[in-house]
């Protein structure tokens, strides 16, 4: 028996389902199963099986054997449905021919429309319609597209005259406009139109040397070659390059009946919400229009009207809703939006269109939403019982929190607003104020009350611009990438920040900024969206969603899923504050260095030059002792915060040199209180000069080059770690190592750790006192050889920025200059600094897991670059089984719910795998032990680590095991 | 029956031989196999072998059972040699106790001597030798000796006092010597001597709670005991880890009869060469000193005097040769020689003692020898049939080449000399000259005969300077890694050059620079040992050995052996000659921007600022197509220079600004030249300034973000080429994209290569015109996903610096300011920019290889980074199975020398692994077919790639496999 390629569906009756999407593709599979759902009114139709699509491949580009038969069974079906015929002389059903894949590809394939009008079609349409005019225009799309996709396209004829043939049927068009002197299509009249449809005839023979077929059959069998065919496009194949879809899948091929919404006042089309998607109100809310098709409703040609009373506005007041024009389809509509939203537990987008007073869906599917609207409604539907608990969790983006933890702006106001130019969006949300371009500015201008909000533009910042980017609304940099410093303070901060915004051309001396020949000058207002990455002139209005209720409910939700832990990357007493308050289970990064900026720290800071200009180990060491009392300080006050939680202290990581003061003041402050000129001063600083500071003197190495540089910090943060012990706090620090790259350099200053905790533990007189000594992997070479640095390291923490960095060669300070071209092209898919590239560097950190785990199998991992609050590398490292990811505070909700939603993800996974018996029998006795629920949520993290080896790379996997082996 | 433990030697027989390394040590093993030959006299003795160490440590560090019976029969063996007998009244045997591991670990574990003296043995021993100073010397060493290393170290006995007990035995003898005014030990009385020995027994007993044993079988199992503990000791543990020698290997004891050189007149010892290790002259060769100990000859307190008369020169002329001196004791040690050399056919380093007119032979190994000799050595032993050609070549090491193919300080001088400072040895060779400051003067002072020959010194050199550099006999630079600007340039040259003299502070203003206080100014003469990174004072005589026609002899041979190709770095027709008169087959890096540095190419740089600073890519192709007709040109000679070898061309790779003016005559040239002002230069060259440029806007990315670059550089490529294929050269161009990390770079760039090509054929009317595009290996990203890369690219070559820097994290222009703690304190072994490193870096080169063959099984690969001349790495490189290396011309003889090592190295080993006949039954079978030297000789290749794969982390394997199934 032949293959079952054809699926037909009409109202209450489909042959297929919605989890049929690889045969049926995503449109066939969703049209298939809202016929399913009884009293929703569809235009019937058939789906052609990707599989077809494959079988036509792979039979030299003919359709099938018995597919033909197959689809003219579909077409009885259809037509008794509609009660219509394809080709009928008196009342003709026309057809439309889409593409729908597995996968959507949006305006990536073929369609062909109003398929089956003929000259022999053409007379029963009018008269049946009594439109004249709609029918001839029909006619004439249809010719434009069919000559176009089915004709040179698919058949691939090669049309005479140079240009496609659609190009050369508008010319004709154009020129019949031209000579009427008609603007709009619309202007065109019934005459012109059969003589157009004449012309295009005549064009069409001669051009491509074949006529135009006058058959509804040869046009249906053309316009599913044509949509086979275009699956194997050029864009087509691009497009999935670049998406990463197969391309054996193939393409489904969906032939439905077609309906119009634009014959006449009794005719009308809209689309429609069973809910609110801005704020998640629970109202069904649309738009429509009468006598229209599809398109003039988004077009924004005519002004759309209000589906219903209850969602008018003050701008939509004085326009008729369709539940007052068309109250009984209105009704029905309702009827069905009700039962499509409870049938797919979730809001719907809905496309309708009403022919001559008959409703018809044409298409059903979740509705996009903003976060606050996905909070709202994730919430309202778990009240409501339409969801789960867990499935309400999944309802929401993770980045989509970003808009309830900061102020946005208005998104109306947004569209409307004059866009000065782009940049990356560095850190989110919305802020405006006046330009300012130096960081002393932004605190006078404050200070002065000479503007409320300021914003703080620069070439790139360095932390001497710490207190003015403090004192900023926000910050605009014209170079840098997404962890460039102003980036990484920014986002620590929560604050709203564009970075690497490269048509703003700044003079600081002018304090004017050129982008594109529009110039700014200081003082003038600019909106920023950190979240976009977009620069506004003017002052927008804002939308502060930070004290909905119900969005701290859905936090506390979150904390039900603790598979991974998530901290955060904070290194005040204040941030570790702000990191609990938004549910960060300790400190993955606190970085010793930050202790140096900002306000309060102009002392820490100055000793801390002193240090770095020393010469010899002796001035070096006067200068750490000074600096070693507010180091231990401001670590207790920390690790005091956080009492109860891990706190991991990096060493000082970053070169010397960008301590080193550059302006006057500082250099002059420095040299008197060092007792050396100035010159000297400026010669020092320069002798730290390096010409790749990222990959020179820094982390551990500066550690290895000054021992005395590690037993001071090491001190501080061990003493300060025994007094909190002696007051009765539990505190066991997390000492880190940065930067390495060999095991030596661990086991060097593991020597100098171990030695000043024996002398603090004498000091204190404590018997007991933990500490762990672990390490960053940021290193490639680290990663490789993970092995060997976890039969040191008591843990791990991924230091994916420069993992990145080195893993491609990127400087995040430089890559603006180039990273523009690799994404329009294409050549990435995305930023690797934003979500980590899993391919690549998500290898080293395979590797640095199970190489490490393969030597100590519990060994504690964690990630702290920035990755550790982009919800996609959250996913990814959930699956590789670390512990914990760390973010900034501000991420840290975002973090959550995707690691959350990771679990959730791999428990749903484990029990589809223990359905099937044979897989998982052992489970299903262990777990038949337990109660159900309990036992599910332990086992939630061993089956997710399970999934994820399986997942991972089994070169990886292999590598491991064989590590341990040795 | 318990394990053989003991092994037995003495002359003419032995239980041991020279392969049972492993069991016996290396010490032990070759006393046994100098036993076995016949006619030589070895104090006789026994091992204990490193089994029953590790048994030992098995036992809770308790003798294993069984050994001590074993060592009693091995004492009876030995007495009977010995004509002694341990512990005898009357003529007593006294013994040594030494280490022998398998590897060396020189210094790293203990020893006792004089074993067997006791209150019962001492009178005999006067009595026998009638030498009572000799023999309380001999005791009071002993005790001292013996107390540290078995009582306080092995048996861990805590000594009162606070100090160690050789520290309080030393004080007392100072005290003696002090009381009675002695400087030297030797002024010391023979009851001096006694006294100080009741003084030591006293203090041991007092010190340590327990008395030094008098028994001399007490003291034998002491000190087996102290050698087994010392395998365990701080210092030995260190060292392995450093080494990477495995902790469980174990110790073999040497227990032997100790012979005296200091018996009186009659006595005498020395050290011999069998050919002169500094010239390799066929001449017996050796120092001796009549009534001394081993360590006198070395110490140097005493002129050793001349063995025979054959070897005698002015200086030593007037004194007595052992020849001389004893000649039949001379000619019984030169028939010894003789039959050594014979029997290791090697040259020999021995040491002998005579005790009262019997000659001893202590020790042979394979002497040490410099270069010349090594050569000189191979060529003489082949002629003399004594070795086989793969012998021969294995017999100097590559490094060794670099004497012979630069002048090189007269080793003799520069042991006397004044040494400055040290840096990093980046240009081989040796120079002097006069310290100029600038290039300009360097250029100068050359020209106008100020000088003959010049020193440049600099803090760092960058493409201005290339002019001076050139002039100057050597390059000395305070900043820089082994690959910096200064070290790389040099190198291609073959000159003389140091850099990363930290030490010295330049100051340019004065003309000055002072090393450590030392101030040397302008025109001051200086020498540079560029091989080892030293820097004296004065002028040093030379040597040249470059004429050496045993030295081409030795070059020639090499060529039979080209399992892996040699190519050249090399950017000019001038070098690409050089590099063929070394032997290279092909150019593996040809730079383009190298076109731009050095004499004659004032213009091309000139149109080359132009590009870089052009505002827009109309300007930019403006000044392309300036640039166009010298690169034509300069490429087409180039590629005819190597007419029939392959070439591959690097497109143009290091961030732009490194070629924009910084001094006021350039950019008022660049001003000039492109009519804009000179403010506008300097802006739009602080525009390219880069925070990290080696991670910046450079290689693929600017022909990514400029494809009119690549256009231009590929036209003048395939121009060129098709030329020389139209004038009937053999020309198959290699176009390589530098800093690829996705496969979509290359894609983008070879679509603009084929374009270009297409264009060329059509051009030049060529039917056929084949070139290659390739791509470095040189990001990580790009090694881990290799396989991609293979899909499109037609080789890769591996630029192992960039991928040591990324690998690492270690700027090679900045890591001067760490290296050298990094080595000093061993946390890294050696220079990875030096010598591939092979566990780490070495990684992802195998995924390189590995994973790109997984889908081109044939992918040529090459390396051309700057390990391409390291012997190491090349040895590494051949056993990843490359199909060759590419390094500076002046390492070519280097390289290959490696290469045909490592095909020699593999060739041995698969003829022991095609011994074994389960292993390789079918190559065996196949190669039985063909004449058998034939077959071996073409199955080295594949089967040296089997062993390299077998030796390869089985992880890289593993993955590899299954990049091919995907």
Same mark, same amino acid.
């Given at each position: 028996?032949?293959?079952?390629?054809?699926?037909?569906?009409?109202?209450?009756?489909?042959?297929?389902?919605?989890?049929?999407?690889?045969?049926?593709?995503?449109?066939?599979?969703?049209?298939?199963?809202?016929?399913?759902?009884?009293?929703?009114?569809?235009?019937?139709?058939?789906?052609?099986?990707?599989?077809? =699509?494959?079988?036509?491949?792979?039979?030299?580009?003919?359709?099938?054997?018995?597919?033909?038969?197959?689809?003219?069974?579909?077409?009885?079906?259809?037509?008794?449905?509609?009660?219509?015929?394809?080709?009928?002389?008196?009342?003709?059903? %026309?057809?439309?021919?889409?593409?729908?894949?597995?996968?959507?590809?949006?305006?990536?394939?073929?369609?062909?429309?109003?398929?089956?009008?003929?000259?022999?079609?053409?007379?029963?349409?009018?008269?049946?319609?009594?439109?004249?005019?709609?029918?001839?225009?029909?006619?004439?799309?249809?010719?434009?597209?069919?000559?176009?996709?089915?004709?040179?396209?698919?058949?691939?004829?090669?049309?005479?005259?140079?240009?496609?043939?659609?190009?050369?049927?508008?010319?004709?068009?154009?020129?019949?406009?031209?000579?009427?002197?008609?603007?709009?299509?619309?202007?065109?009249?019934?005459?012109?139109?059969?003589?157009?449809?004449?012309?295009?005839?005549?064009?069409?023979?001669?051009?491509?040397?074949?006529?135009?077929?006058?058959?509804?059959?040869?046009?249906?069998?053309?316009?599913?070659?044509?949509?086979?065919?275009?699956?194997?496009?050029?864009?087509?194949?691009?497009?999935?390059?670049?998406?990463?879809?197969?391309?054996?899948?193939?393409?489904?091929?969906?032939?439905?009946?077609?309906?119009?919404?634009?014959?006449?006042?009794?005719?009308?089309?809209?689309?429609?919400?069973?809910?609110?998607?801005?704020?998640?109100?629970?109202?069904?809310?649309?738009?429509?229009?009468?006598?229209?098709?599809?398109?003039?409703?988004?077009?924004?040609?005519?002004?759309?009207?209000?589906?219903?009373?209850?969602?008018?506005?003050?701008?939509?007041?004085?326009?008729?809703?369709?539940?007052?024009?068309?109250?009984?389809?209105?009704?029905? %509509?309702?009827?069905?939006?009700?039962?499509?939203?409870?049938?797919?537990?979730?809001?719907?987008?809905?496309?309708?269109?009403?022919?001559?007073?008959?409703?018809?869906?044409?298409?059903?599917?979740?509705?996009?939403?903003?976060?606050?609207?996905?909070?709202?409604?994730?919430?309202?539907?778990?009240?409501?019982?339409?969801?789960?608990?867990?499935?309400?969790?999944?309802?929401?983006?993770?980045?989509?929190?970003?808009?309830?933890?900061?102020?946005?702006?208005?998104?109306?106001?947004?569209?409307?607003?004059?866009?000065?130019?782009?940049?990356?969006?560095?850190?989110?949300?919305?802020?405006?104020?006046?330009?300012?371009?130096?960081?002393?500015?932004?605190?006078?201008?404050?200070?002065?009350?000479?503007?409320?909000?300021?914003?703080?533009?620069?070439?790139?910042?360095?932390?001497?611009?710490?207190?003015?980017?403090?004192?900023?609304?926000?910050?605009?940099?014209?170079?840098?990438?997404?962890?460039?410093?102003?980036?990484?303070?920014?986002?620590?901060?929560?604050?709203? =920040?564009?970075?690497?915004?490269?048509?703003?051309?700044?003079?600081?001396?002018?304090?004017?900024?050129?982008?594109?020949?529009?110039?700014?000058?200081?003082?003038?207002?600019?909106?920023?969206?950190?979240?976009?990455? =977009?620069?506004?002139?003017?002052?927008?209005?804002?939308?502060?969603?930070?004290?909905?209720?119900?969005?701290?409910?859905?936090?506390?939700?979150?904390?039900?899923?603790?598979?991974?832990?998530?901290?955060?990357?904070?290194?005040?007493?204040?941030?570790?504050?702000?990191?609990?308050?938004?549910?960060?289970?300790?400190?993955?990064?606190?970085?010793?260095?930050?202790?140096?900026?900002?306000?309060?720290?102009?002392?820490?800071?100055?000793?801390?030059?002193?240090?770095?200009?020393?010469?010899?180990?002796?001035?070096?060491?006067?200068?750490?002792?000074?600096?070693?009392?507010?180091?231990?300080?401001?670590?207790?006050?920390?690790?005091?915060?956080?009492?109860?939680?891990?706190?991991?202290?990096?060493?000082?990581?970053?070169?010397?040199?960008?301590?080193?003061?550059?302006?006057?003041?500082?250099?002059?402050?420095?040299?008197?209180?060092?007792?050396?000129?100035?010159?000297?001063?400026?010669?020092?600083?320069?002798?730290?000069?390096?010409?790749?500071?990222?990959?020179?003197?820094?982390?551990?190495?500066?550690?290895?080059?000054?021992?005395?540089?590690?037993?001071?910090?090491?001190?501080?943060?061990?003493?300060?770690?025994?007094? %909190?012990?002696?007051?009765?706090?539990?505190?066991?620090?997390?000492?880190?190592?940065?930067?390495? =790259?060999?095991?030596?350099?661990?086991?060097?200053?593991?020597?100098?750790?171990?030695?000043?905790?024996?002398?603090?533990?004498?000091?204190?007189?404590?018997?007991?006192?933990?500490?762990?000594?672990?390490?960053?992997?940021?290193?490639?070479?680290?990663?490789?050889?993970?092995?060997?640095?976890?039969?040191?390291?008591?843990?791990?923490?991924?230091?994916?920025?420069?993992?990145?960095?080195?893993?491609?060669?990127?400087?995040?300070?430089?890559?603006?200059?180039?990273?523009?071209?690799?994404?329009?092209?294409?050549?990435?898919?995305?930023?690797?600094?934003?979500?980590?590239?899993?391919?690549?560097?998500?290898?080293?950190?395979?590797?640095?897991?199970?190489?490490?785990?393969?030597?100590?199998?519990?060994?504690?991992?964690?990630?702290?670059?920035?990755?550790?609050?982009?919800?996609?590398?959250?996913?990814?490292?959930?699956?590789?089984?670390?512990?914990?990811?760390?973010?900034?505070?501000?991420?840290?909700?975002?973090?959550?719910?995707?690691?959350?939603?990771?679990?959730?993800?791999?428990?749903?996974?484990?029990?589809?795998?223990?359905?099937?018996?044979?897989?998982?029998?052992?489970?299903?006795?262990?777990?038949?032990?337990?109660?159900?629920?309990?036992?599910?949520?332990?086992?939630?993290?061993?089956?997710?680590?399970?999934?994820?080896?399986?997942?991972?790379?089994?070169?990886?996997?292999?590598?491991?095991?064989?590590?341990?082996?040795?």
């Amino acid at each position: 028996m032949a293959k079952k390629y054809v699926y037909s569906f009409s109202q209450g009756k489909a042959d297929g389902r919605a989890d049929m999407k690889n045969l049926l593709g995503g449109k066939g599979a969703n049209l298939a199963e809202m016929c399913n759902i009884p009293g929703i009114p569809v235009p019937a139709g058939f789906t052609i099986t990707t599989e077809c =699509c494959t079988d036509y491949y792979a039979h030299k580009a003919r359709f099938p054997e018995g597919m033909m038969e197959q689809v003219e069974k579909g077409m009885k079906i259809m037509e008794k449905a509609m009660g219509r015929k394809f080709g009928d002389t008196k009342d003709p059903l %026309l057809l439309s021919c889409r593409s729908g894949a597995r996968e959507s590809m949006p305006g990536m394939m073929e369609t062909v429309l109003n398929v089956g009008l003929c000259s022999a079609t053409i007379p029963g349409l009018i008269a049946k319609t009594g439109n004249e005019r709609f029918v001839y225009d029909s006619y004439r799309r249809l010719m434009m597209m069919y000559s176009d996709v089915v004709m040179e396209k698919a058949e691939g004829i090669e049309p005479k005259g140079g240009h496609g043939i659609r190009l050369q049927l508008e010319h004709i068009m154009d020129e019949l406009k031209d000579k009427n002197g008609y603007k709009a299509d619309t202007a065109m009249t019934v005459e012109d139109l059969k003589d157009l449809c004449e012309a295009f005839k005549v064009k069409i023979k001669s051009s491509l040397g074949k006529s135009f077929p006058d058959d509804p059959w040869e046009q249906l069998k053309g316009g599913i070659g044509a949509v086979f065919k275009s699956w194997n496009g050029k864009r087509a194949i691009a497009y999935r390059n670049i998406e990463g879809i197969p391309h054996d899948w193939g393409t489904a091929v969906n032939v439905q009946a077609m309906v119009f919404g634009n014959m006449g006042e009794t005719s009308a089309t809209g689309v429609a919400f069973t809910r609110n998607p801005a704020n998640g109100e629970r109202k069904f809310f649309g738009e429509y229009l009468v006598n229209a098709q599809g398109e003039d409703v988004v077009a924004g040609i005519r002004t759309p009207e209000p589906i219903n009373e209850a969602t008018k506005n003050e701008h939509t007041a004085h326009l008729i809703s369709l539940e007052k024009k068309m109250p009984r389809l209105y009704d029905q %509509l309702d009827e069905i939006q009700k039962k499509l939203e409870k049938h797919y537990k979730n809001m719907q987008d809905l496309e309708f269109t009403i022919q001559e007073n008959k409703l018809w869906m044409l298409q059903t599917r979740n509705g996009k939403r903003t976060g606050i609207a996905a909070v709202n409604m994730a919430m309202d539907m778990l009240e409501e019982r339409l969801i789960d608990l867990e499935t309400a969790l999944t309802r929401v983006k993770p980045v989509q929190l970003d808009e309830l933890l900061h102020p946005v702006i208005d998104p109306v106001a947004e569209k409307k607003a004059d866009l000065l130019g782009k940049g990356l969006p560095a850190g989110p949300g919305g802020a405006f104020g006046a330009l300012v371009f130096t960081a002393e500015d932004a605190v006078k201008w404050v200070r002065d009350g000479k503007a409320k909000n300021v914003i703080l533009i620069r070439e790139e910042t360095n932390p001497e611009d710490i207190e003015g980017m403090r004192a900023a609304q926000g910050i605009l940099t014209a170079r840098g990438g997404m962890t460039s410093h102003a980036a990484l303070v920014a986002r620590g901060w929560g604050k709203c =920040c564009i970075v690497g915004a490269a048509d703003f051309e700044i003079d600081v001396t002018t304090r004017t900024v050129t982008i594109k020949g529009r110039i700014l000058k200081e003082g003038d207002i600019v909106t920023l969206n950190g979240t976009k990455g =977009c620069v506004y002139s003017g002052a927008l209005p804002m939308i502060d969603a930070t004290e909905n209720p119900r969005f701290k409910a859905f936090l506390s939700l979150i904390d039900r899923y603790k598979g991974m832990k998530v901290r955060a990357n904070a290194d005040t007493p204040k941030d570790a504050a702000v990191a609990r308050a938004f549910g960060a289970e300790g400190i993955g990064l606190f970085r010793i260095e930050h202790m140096f900026y900002g306000e309060g720290s102009e002392q820490s800071l100055g000793f801390l030059r002193q240090m770095i200009m020393s010469n010899g180990s002796g001035e070096r060491k006067e200068a750490l002792d000074k600096l070693f009392p507010s180091m231990k300080k401001d670590l207790k006050d920390t690790m005091k915060a956080m009492a109860g939680f891990p706190v991991t202290i990096r060493l000082l990581d970053p070169p010397l040199h960008e301590f080193v003061p550059t302006k006057p003041d500082g250099q002059d402050d420095l040299a008197r209180a060092m007792g050396i000129s100035i010159d000297e001063v400026k010669k020092r600083g320069e002798g730290l000069h390096e010409v790749n500071p990222m990959l020179g003197h820094r982390g551990v190495r500066l550690g290895i080059t000054y021992p005395e540089l590690t037993e001071m910090q090491v001190r501080a943060i061990l003493e300060a770690g025994a007094e %909190l012990v002696k007051e009765g706090t539990k505190v066991v620090p997390e000492i880190m190592i940065p930067v390495t =790259c060999t095991v030596n350099e661990l086991k060097d200053q593991q020597a100098i750790v171990d030695e000043v905790a024996a002398d603090v533990k004498r000091k204190y007189g404590l018997k007991n006192f933990d500490y762990l000594c672990g390490t960053m992997l940021e290193i490639p070479r680290a990663c490789l050889l993970a092995n060997e640095m976890a039969e040191v390291a008591d843990f791990f923490s991924f230091g994916t920025n420069d993992l990145t960095q080195m893993g491609f060669g990127f400087s995040r300070d430089d890559m603006g200059s180039f990273i523009a071209p690799y994404l329009q092209k294409k050549i990435l898919a995305e930023d690797p600094f934003l979500s980590i590239d899993q391919a690549g560097v998500g290898q080293l950190v395979k590797y640095g897991v199970e190489r490490g785990r393969s030597v100590k199998p519990k060994l504690k991992i964690g990630i702290c670059g920035e990755h550790g609050g982009e919800p996609e590398s959250v996913k990814f490292f959930y699956s590789l089984g670390l512990d914990y990811v760390s973010c900034s505070p501000f991420r840290v909700p975002i973090a959550r719910l995707a690691s959350a939603q990771a679990e959730i993800a791999a428990k749903s996974a484990s029990k589809k795998s223990s359905a099937k018996p044979a897989a998982a029998k052992k489970s299903a006795k262990k777990s038949a032990k337990k109660s159900s629920k309990k036992a599910a949520k332990k086992s939630a993290k061993p089956a997710a680590k399970k999934v994820a080896k399986k997942a991972a790379k089994p070169a990886a996997k292999k590598a491991a095991k064989k590590g341990k082996k040795k």
